[in-house]
């Protein structure tokens, strides 16, 4: 069994253009990870400071307080305590002393690095007030303690000595904290080593709110005037609860308070966990078809539990028991986003190369999580702090794919027609390979049609005279006959090739222009009948050839066994709307009814009308025989020809 050559080129050109796809993709890929871990992680998520000498925290204790002053502080009886990173926290104040003691006072002043978090925060040193923004009494507290700045305790404020440094915090609900040490050094050398953390967690948040609006708001024009509304909603939801997430840490006079902003966030930090992985669907082209149900389904059972914890029961376990049903909410997101990015490109060829490599890379990174929480217990910073960072990439690649903006009608021009000219160029490269395809095709096909030709009906010829001649028992007009018919065959085979091949009408033409004379050669009368308002249907080269061998054996028996002298060939329309042409042929003698039996030629006839859809019959009479063909419609025949064929 030979190769289909067709079959083997089309699969080597979709081969190469597997491996050129897979090709962008990698390279794609490792553009997007060399910028991650090279510039990214040690730039924003884990940026290089230089050693610092910090001051001994020489004692620590803690007290709950009364009221957040100095009155409460005074009042207050402080215990020893250890560091410690997990401990339940009341509703209400808490304080923290700190002792540490200095040779000389250096001139910069001291840097403090503050860990320790609450609702606000408000820190003494040595009695004076050192920082502390905004309302710290209870209920109306406002929420200055989220940012974190490196704070600078003045030169006037500290003593060679001892020193003491008072820190209150204020927490609105009851939750899990932490006492953390406080982390002091001499402030230009603090500076100067965590001087970039220090402008990422300030003025950086304000500039990651901002993009992450702007990013919002292009989304949303975007979204208005795409037809593409699916993808580009859950697009612009994602960069809008991004960005509430951004705010809500810089928002500290928010209206709400206790128990309603703890909702407050977990519900925009659920939500935006839930958008993930129904993006990442939308953005496949093929949603699945339960996937978005069952995310919003798990996101309304998680948000209705969070919601029943700190709008309902308000107890003093809610807030840590809503927080760890966020972590494990948020953990079945990423998983389901990890899973259908795999099943995305494992089952689809994907063009989008640079949209797909920071979607692979962000789906690393989703598994790095997974993996250390699940393995390790602790959380990395990769996935938190890179959100921002994906988002955007994301947002530019699809912008870039699918929007040119702020150019000028010349370059808008230029550029269609740049893209007109490529586009134009792959689909005359893709005719000329289909066109190839087709050639190939044709010629197989065509070369299996002749070899069956050659095998049914010059091999059959030839095979007679064979046996005639090992016989020895036939006469000289005989082999006559025999190679009449070769030469017969042999001219059906080449006009089959030719224009006999094109059309039932051609074929007729090349019949009627050899019959005609060959049969007044012979002493007979030959009469063409062809009704010109009948419409002949187009046929397939195999259909021809059958018709054209079932005329040739019917002149042929006209001729040799009718005894006639008198042939007429008539061409009409078929009476029965079954069929479209009948051809006759007909004799005026009485030879063929007078032999005995039916005859091989007669049943070859018969087999050959069969394999078109034909219909043959040979009517005897006292003045002659009739042999009448009717030929199916066009498309019938030729699919039963084929159907024979194969």
């Not at 207050?76 to 700190?98: C, D, K």
């Not at 710290?136 to 490196?150: C, E, F, N, R």
């Not at 390790?376 to 794919?401: C, D, E, H, K």
């Not at 160029?425 to 050639?439: D, G, N, P, Q």
Request: hydrophobic share 45%; net charge neutral.
């Amino acid at each position: 069994m030979q190769d289909n050559p067709t079959a083997i080129e089309a699969h080597r050109l979709e081969g190469d253009s597997r491996l050129g796809r897979l090709a962008r993709l990698l390279a794609a890929v490792l553009a997007v990870q060399i910028f991650f871990w090279g510039v990214f992680n040690p730039v924003f998520i884990q940026p290089d400071t230089d050693a610092v000498e910090f001051i001994d925290v020489t004692s620590l204790s803690a007290a709950r307080l009364e009221s957040p002053e100095l009155q409460g502080i005074a009042k207050a009886q402080f215990r020893e305590t250890q560091i410690e990173s997990s401990l339940h926290f009341p509703r209400g104040y808490h304080g923290l002393r700190a002792g540490f003691a200095l040779t000389q006072v250096p001139s910069s002043g001291l840097a403090l690095l503050d860990q320790n978090g609450g609702s606000n925060t408000r820190i003494y040193v040595n009695g004076q007030v050192l920082s502390g923004e905004g309302r710290m009494a209870l209920p109306d507290v406002t929420y200055h303690g989220l940012t974190k700045q490196i704070i600078r305790i003045p030169p006037g404020l500290l003593r060679p000595g001892t020193n003491t440094i008072d820190h209150i915090r204020t927490y609105d609900i009851p939750q899990l904290a932490g006492n953390l040490p406080l982390l002091l050094g001499e402030y230009d050398a603090v500076s100067n080593a965590f001087g970039w953390k220090n402008f990422l967690l300030g003025s950086g948040q304000i500039i990651s709110l901002t993009v992450g609006c702007v990013l919002a708001l292009l989304v949303l024009v975007a979204l208005l005037r795409s037809e593409n509304k699916a993808f580009l909603s859950w697009l612009f939801l994602l960069t809008a609860i991004w960005s509430l997430r951004s705010h809500f840490y810089l928002w500290a006079e928010i209206p709400l308070h206790g128990f309603a902003r703890g909702f407050y966030y977990a519900f925009i930090t659920l939500f935006l966990s839930a958008c993930w992985p129904i993006l990442i669907d939308q953005w496949s082209g093929k949603p699945l078809r339960y996937f978005k149900p069952l995310v919003l389904a798990i996101f309304a059972v998680a948000a209705s539990a969070i919601a029943a914890m700190l709008l309902l029961v308000q107890g003093d376990r809610s807030w840590d028991e809503a927080t760890d049903l966020l972590d494990q909410a948020g953990m079945l997101f990423m998983a389901l986003m990890l899973a259908r990015m795999v099943w995305h490109f494992w089952t689809v060829r994907e063009d989008r190369h640079w949209e797909a490599a920071i979607l692979i890379t962000l789906g690393m990174l989703v598994a790095i999580f997974l993996f250390n929480i699940m393995v390790w217990g602790r959380n990395t910073p990769y996935l938190t702090l890179s959100q921002p960072l994906f988002l955007l990439a994301f947002a530019v690649a699809f912008f870039s794919r699918n929007f040119r903006l702020f150019q000028s009608s010349a370059q808008i021009n230029t550029l269609l027609q740049a893209q007109l000219d490529a586009r134009t160029a792959e689909l005359e490269e893709a005719h000329a390979r289909e066109k190839a395809f087709v050639r190939l095709e044709a010629h197989g096909q065509e070369r299996q049609r002749i070899m069956r030709d050659m095998h049914d009906g010059l091999g059959s010829s030839l095979m007679s005279m064979l046996m005639m001649a090992k016989r020895g028992k036939a006469q000289p007009e005989d082999y006559a006959e025999g190679l009449q018919q070769v030469i017969d065959e042999m001219r059906l085979m080449i006009d089959s090739m030719d224009s006999v091949g094109e059309s039932l009408a051609s074929a007729l033409a090349i019949f009627r222009k050899r019959v005609v004379p060959r049969a007044r050669a012979a002493g007979f009368d030959c009469v063409w009948e062809q009704d010109r308002a009948t419409p002949l249907p187009e046929y397939g080269p195999r259909t021809i050839l059958q018709i054209f061998r079932i005329l040739q054996e019917a002149y042929t028996n006209a001729l040799k066994h009718s005894g006639g002298d008198r042939i007429s060939i008539a061409i009409k329309a078929s009476e029965d709307p079954a069929f479209a042409v009948v051809i006759a042929v007909t004799d005026n003698g009485t030879g063929i009814a007078r032999r005995s039996g039916r005859g091989r030629g007669l049943d070859n006839m018969q087999a050959r009308a069969a394999t078109i859809g034909g219909r043959l019959a040979i009517e005897h009479g006292e003045t002659g025989t009739t042999v009448r063909l009717e030929i199916p419609h066009g498309d019938e025949a030729q699919a039963i020809a084929d159907r024979r064929a194969d």
